[in-house]
């Protein structure tokens, strides 16, 4: 079965602090992974995508990782701010899945003044 | 606002009732994708068009859900005879075939709630 898990499930860190959110998936013949960010009812905001020959991506105070060998993708947040409480979800799209985004549980994140 | 919009953001509704919901993708997007998210839990794939055809459905798609791409442009989400278990956020995403990357884009969901 091709799985996406996000550990830990929660996270609360204080401000400054940086973030480091871990994704791991089963099925190493990925084509791309996404990361998003959701607050509390809300849709989803892509933050980075990273393709299957990448081996990480950078956006402002944020930098993705993958290593397909080891089914693993990290997401580390720089200087974290209240600003970036949330719940972080990766989706892994798979070669063999077709078009379909398999996603994570997330990780719900609190950043303390 | 030139991204994925879906309407209704909210439905409430009676176990039994029919429903529907509909997404309007990027303009230039030809793929377009449903999403249900229950509380705590990553999104699950429902369903994916290519312009108006559906080429993928997902198991969790039974017999009372049905979706449709008319004319390769806006997509409607079709839930007959709710139940409970249908209470979830409805998530649609568009993304464009031209590209390598075949990033998606999400829209704010509609909320379904069944009582």
């Known amino acids: 079965k091709q799985e996406v898990t996000q550990i830990p499930a929660a996270l609360s860190v204080p401000e400054g602090e940086n973030l480091v959110l871990n994704c791991s998936f089963t099925d190493s013949a990925i084509y791309n992974l996404q990361w998003f960010r959701q607050d509390p009812g809300k849709g989803l905001t892509s933050l980075l995508l990273?393709?299957?020959?990448?081996r990480e991506q950078t956006s402002g105070r944020l930098n993705a990782s993958l290593d397909k060998s080891s089914g693993r993708s990290t997401l580390y947040i720089a200087a974290s701010q209240p600003g970036d409480s949330a719940t972080y979800l990766c989706a892994r799209r798979s070669k063999a899945a077709g078009n379909k985004l398999t996603f994570g549980g997330g990780t719900r994140v609190l950043v303390k003044p | 606002d030139t991204g994925v919009s879906q309407n209704p953001r909210h439905k409430i509704t009676k176990r039994g009732q029919n429903v529907t919901f509909r997404c309007d993708p990027i303009?230039?997007?030809?793929?377009l994708y449903w999403y249900r998210q229950t509380l705590g839990q990553g999104p699950e794939f429902l369903t994916y068009f290519q312009n108006e055809a559906q080429l993928e459905k997902s198991r969790l798609l039974s017999d009372r859900f049905s979706a449709e791409r008319p004319k390769g442009s806006f997509s409607t989400l079709e839930i007959q005879r709710t139940e409970q278990g249908d209470s979830a956020m409805y998530l649609c995403a568009s993304s464009y075939s031209g590209t390598s990357s075949y990033e998606q884009y999400f829209g704010p969901g509609t909320r379904l709630t069944v009582t």
């Open positions: 990273i393709q299957s020959s990448q």
């Open positions: 303009s230039e997007h030809n793929r």
